[in-house]
């Protein structure tokens, strides 16, 4: 692995072989729970592109999985991973025939992607496996409502907005829920102590990246061009990703805002007026 990341500082071009394999590795993802839908009689919908969070990420649509047994749709959130796994034992194949070590480091992202694809607290594919193995459907979209219900002035609400849960999975659901806040809290922490370190980071990467742009063009060396544009490309979906998700907490907070000066209103008319 060591060998393969010193001849990719000799032969810059082996980057974009890397980008390559790693688009088709998130390809062949996607076209794996494609098959295990189909494998269990359903259709799948589009292959697309798209940006969630601040990531680039291919998507297969598989809505009809809610019409298979928690068994199928286990093996529809694991068939992406499974391919990736076949994928890999294929690159390490080719690697030991003619002894391409670059195809080590390829193998090396590969399965940090398919640890990442295990995160439970994001649209991925552990969060998925994680709702199928509670018999919840969208645990994130319940956060709203379970939060709700917990409010001193709604307890005392017979209708519930939440699913009826055996004890054991009610549990399991509450616990869960707690992680995702925690985790979703853990980055405004983080930035709210670091100040503005990382913008000024974010703007220093998107000058450098334009520098190298404007180097590589100066040089006419095609190599380096198709880097700096990969480089830049990335760059731009970080901020753009960014700015979504930003615009996605202001509208969510304006709404709860919103909401708050409604009910505190409607309290201040219902309240008696002393005589």
Same mark, same amino acid.
């Given at each position: 692995l060591v060998s393969g990341l010193q001849t990719m500082l000799f032969r810059p071009e082996l980057v974009l072989l890397l980008l390559g394999i790693s688009i088709a590795s998130v390809l062949f993802h996607e076209l794996g729970h494609a098959?295990?839908?189909?494998?269990?009689?359903?259709?799948?919908?589009?292959?697309? !592109? /798209?940006?969630?969070? &601040? @990531? =680039?990420? !291919?998507?297969?649509?598989?809505t009809h999985v809610y019409r298979l047994s928690r068994r199928e749709r286990l093996r529809v959130d694991l068939g992406g991973m499974y391919f990736q796994l076949v994928g890999m034992i294929v690159l390490f194949g080719v690697y030991v025939a003619p002894d391409a070590v670059i195809l080590l480091v390829a193998i090396? !992202?590969?399965?940090?992607?398919?640890?990442?694809?295990?995160? =439970?607290f994001l649209r991925f594919d552990g969060y998925y496996v994680i709702a199928d193995i509670m018999g919840v459907h969208e645990p994130l979209s319940l956060v709203g409502p379970f939060i709700r219900e917990h409010l001193p002035w709604r307890r005392h609400r017979r209708t519930s907005e939440l699913p009826a849960l055996r004890p054991v999975a009610r549990v399991a659901f509450t616990g869960y829920l707690f992680l995702v806040v *925690?985790?979703? /809290?853990? =980055?405004?922490? &983080?930035? #709210?102590?670091a100040g503005t370190a990382f913008i000024t980071g974010l703007i220093d990467g998107g000058r450098a990246s334009w520098d190298g742009f404007t180097?590589?063009? $100066? /040089?006419?060396?095609?190599?380096?061009? /198709?880097?700096?544009?990969?480089? +830049?490309?990335? @760059?731009?979906?970080?901020?753009?990703?960014?700015?979504?998700? $930003?615009?996605?907490?202001?509208?969510?907070?304006? %709404?709860?805002?919103? *909401? +708050?000066?409604? +009910?505190?209103?409607?309290?201040? %008319?219902? #309240?008696?007026? =002393?005589?």
């Open positions: 098959s295990a839908l189909r494998r269990s009689g359903c259709r799948h919908g589009t292959i697309g !592109l /798209a940006v969630y969070v &601040i @990531w =680039p990420v !291919l998507y297969t649509d598989v090396a !992202l590969t399965t940090f992607a398919f640890l990442q694809q295990f995160t =439970p *925690a985790f979703l /809290a853990y =980055p405004f922490i &983080i930035g #709210a102590f180097s590589a063009i $100066a /040089a006419a060396d095609p190599v380096l061009i /198709a880097l700096a544009v990969v480089q +830049l490309v990335s @760059w731009f979906l970080i901020v753009l990703g960014l700015a979504l998700f $930003a615009f996605s907490i202001v509208r969510h907070v304006s %709404r709860g805002l919103i *909401a +708050l000066v409604s +009910l505190l209103l409607r309290r201040v %008319r219902r #309240a008696p007026i =002393p005589a």
